[in-house]
């Protein structure tokens, strides 16, 4: 017999937030990284390019491992530093002078599976320029920089979405980018006036270097038994031997043993074998049974037929559903109960009183043959 049990639904996440997690972390891992981009113009005043969505760094961080428990929360930290530097060239043929400069601008954004962080305002740094003489001295050339910028802390802890706690699970690593969804440089020329073949070239670039590392939050796996004080696995009641059509119950509990950290269990199905018919075990689905906390049942031998009878109960249950569902564990109990049904033997005054009343009976038909 497979008796699937509906789970009693229950309010588990606010039950959950209310306890002080245990956590563990993946160890920060440290990253360094650049990217940058070239504007060039040649006979213009200014002229623009972008490198957009350029990629710092990926970084690998270890995946929750289940064995601590069930992962309920998921934090990245990052603590980290962004330079900005830049740098120009300029050219002129005979003509009017004038000056080349050029100036730079970027964003930043931490991504991962249920996380995405930016900072603002986004970073701008301008060139100090160089200046390209007048006369009629032929090519003329000039370069400013490289100007650092004063480095900015990028740091933050960005929760991870409770739909993504999965992806941080398991035993391998989970990946995190740093990256710059905006990076562009301008390069500009005061003039262009005199002789065609004046130009400008100016390149920005941000380097980006720290460590991240999650943070994991997580309850203990729940500890199912049949005994409150201990582990007990397994339970068997014994009936004993009963009269036919008479009561015969023995109660029994499930428990979750107490540990504050720990997650609520679930009972999710029953699957009995045996002599199933001949008794009730009183099961039924639970969910979210907190630590320390017990269900009562109540197991009836039935009566009716007499014999001896036996049947096994075994029970399913997990951990309560909150967290990352590959984190949480099943567990089994097994329940037996045996018992005898004896069937009512007839009184022996009943048995004197049959055979008197045959008696009679006999004599009456003599009598009447007679």
């Avoid at 559903?321 to 049904?341: C, E, K, M, P």
Wanted: aromatic share 6%; charged share 5%.
């Amino acid at each position: 017999m497979n008796l699937q049990l509906t789970a009693v639904a229950a309010l588990l996440a606010v039950s959950a937030s209310s306890q002080a997690a245990l956590t563990v972390n993946s160890g920060p891992v440290d990253f360094s990284g650049s990217a940058s981009v070239t504007a060039t113009g040649s006979g213009v005043l200014s002229a623009s390019n972008s490198n957009n969505g350029s990629t710092v760094a990926n970084v690998a961080l270890s995946q929750f491992d289940a064995n601590f428990g069930v992962l309920t929360g998921v934090d990245l930290q990052l603590t980290s530093n962004r330079t900005q530097v830049i740098n120009g060239v300029g050219n002129k043929n005979n003509g009017p002078g004038r000056t080349a400069n050029g100036s730079g601008t970027s964003s930043a954004l931490l991504s991962a599976a249920g996380v995405s962080a930016s900072f603002a305002p986004n970073l701008t740094q301008s060139g100090t320029g160089c200046g390209l003489a007048m006369g009629m001295t032929g090519p003329i050339n000039c370069s400013w920089g490289p100007d650092t910028a004063a480095t900015v802390a990028t740091n933050t802890t960005a929760a991870v979405d409770q739909q993504n706690l999965d992806d941080y699970a398991g035993n391998g690593t989970v990946s995190a980018l740093l990256s710059l969804p905006t990076l562009s440089a301008t390069t500009t020329l005061s003039s262009i006036m005199g002789q065609a073949g004046a130009g400008s070239s100016t390149t920005y670039s941000v380097d980006w270097s720290g460590s991240l590392q999650a943070n994991y939050s997580y309850l203990l796996h729940a500890l199912a038994s049949f005994d409150g004080g201990s582990e007990s696995s397994t339970l068997t009641l014994d009936f004993g031997t009963v009269a036919q059509n008479s009561m015969a119950s023995l109660g029994f509990g499930l428990f979750n043993l107490a540990n504050a950290d720990r997650i609520g269990l679930d009972l999710d199905s029953v699957v009995g074998s045996g002599d199933t018919a001949a008794f009730d075990s009183g099961l039924s689905g639970f969910a979210g049974l907190a630590q320390g906390e017990s269900h009562s049942f109540i197991a009836n031998l039935l009566t009716a037929n007499s014999g001896a009878f036996s049947a096994q109960y075994l029970l399913n249950l997990s951990d309560a559903d909150l967290g990352a569902a590959s984190t949480r564990q099943n567990y089994q109990l097994t329940l037996n109960l045996v018992g005898n049904v004896a069937a009512v033997p007839v009184p022996g005054a009943v048995w004197l009183f049959g055979s008197a009343l045959i008696g009679m009976l006999s004599v009456g038909r003599r009598k009447a043959v007679a």
